[in-house]
């Protein structure tokens, strides 16, 4: 078990390149993304809202090779397992088509976040890939335009388009109209917040987000009463960020997130991301409570337990937490940037 500082920073590559490079960070969902009306493009059935983290970067450089024949895809250093590379050139040809052009490309990701393990690796991942790759092809895009894009990658991609606090919209219909009104946006947070993110198991899951998404959308009797509720939760979460209102945004943020989990329980067969651990976080984040620590749990699609408090409380939190010693590692994290792209035009 371990803390370490608030930041980190990105890993450098290797070797040099011509291509531009992209930074992007994670981001936590205080009201979930949990399932999908339009599978192609991505579009959710309720609108999220979350905040992007200042650690965990994940730093992508898109360099392109008219001579290659195919793309290459690596992920720190290491060539990606066939599934992921079909997901990132499938993500190119979207960009090849705005661009009308076809030159193959190298695509080097390097992550700072654990790979699948709940974490938001793909919201980063799938972020910069979009920045990157829009720079390398000379695509020119605005902030809403990109979170579009982004989205067609991964969902929550498109949240860390921007820093700070964003709500995803998740828009009206279908196809063209559907993908037009779908995008992410900042909001204004009169707070002074950080997340105190517990890592208790840092492998991939068993099962990926995406297919624990459809199978207990498509199962779990719970799914629909949840998906109504969040349409209460954004409006009222977004209301007691705007006001200062802590102790408000968070037990909605708790509730929010434990109803996912309670989604995926009834879901059948039901899936289980919590473990024994996540739970002992759970109940010790209630006595930091009853102690007068406003602070307040979020999960996402994993075992691991992200805590959301005020700044000054943070190390309080991850105090009380290291008691457990249930954990491999503990970071605060505050409010991050949005996406950047260093170098390389390559038109």
């Known amino acids: 078990m371990s803390t370490s500082e608030t930041t980190s920073r990105p890993i450098q590559f290797a070797r040099a390149g011509s291509g531009p490079v992209a930074i992007a960070y994670p981001n936590m969902a205080l009201v979930k993304y949990w399932g999908k009306r339009d599978e192609s493009l991505i579009l959710p059935v309720t609108s999220s809202l979350s905040m992007t983290l200042d650690i965990f970067p994940t730093t992508t450089r898109v360099t392109l090779r008219p001579k290659a024949a195919v793309d290459t895809v690596t992920l720190n250093g290491r060539r990606v397992p066939p599934q992921t590379r079909v997901r990132v050139e499938r993500f190119l040809d979207l960009v090849r088509d705005m661009a009308g052009r076809s030159e193959p490309a190298r695509v080097e990701t390097n992550n700072t976040v654990p790979t699948g393990a709940g974490l938001a690796s793909s919201a980063s991942g799938f972020a910069a890939l979009a920045a990157a790759a829009t720079a390398a092809y000379g695509v020119e895009l605005d902030a809403r335009a990109l979170s579009r894009l982004a989205r067609r990658g991964s969902g929550s991609a498109c949240r860390s388009i921007f820093g700070g606090f964003v709500t995803w919209h998740a828009g009206t219909g279908f196809g063209a109209a559907g993908d037009e009104s779908c995008y992410a946006e900042p909001i204004e947070c009169a707070l002074d917040v950080a997340l105190v993110v517990a890592i208790v198991d840092a492998e991939p899951k068993a ?20 998906a109504t509720a969040s349409r209460t939760d954004l409006e009222q979460v977004h209301a007691a960020l705007a006001a200062g209102d802590l102790e408000r945004a968070g037990q909605i943020a708790e509730h929010n997130a434990l109803g996912m989990h309670a989604v995926l329980l009834a879901a059948r067969p039901a899936i289980r991301y919590l473990a024994p651990r996540s739970l002992r976080i759970l109940d010790r984040i209630e006595r930091l409570r009853a102690d007068g620590i406003s602070a307040y749990a979020t999960i996402d699609a994993g075992p691991n337990v992200a805590v959301l408090c005020a700044r000054h409380d943070a190390a309080r939190v991850v105090v009380a937490l290291r008691e457990l010693d249930d954990t491999m590692a503990i970071r605060i994290a505050h409010p991050g940037p949005g996406v950047t792209v260093t170098g390389g035009d390559q038109r």
């Open 207 to 226: 099962l990926p987000s995406r297919t624990a998404m459809r199978h207990s959308v498509a199962t779990s009797p719970f799914y629909l009463p949840w």
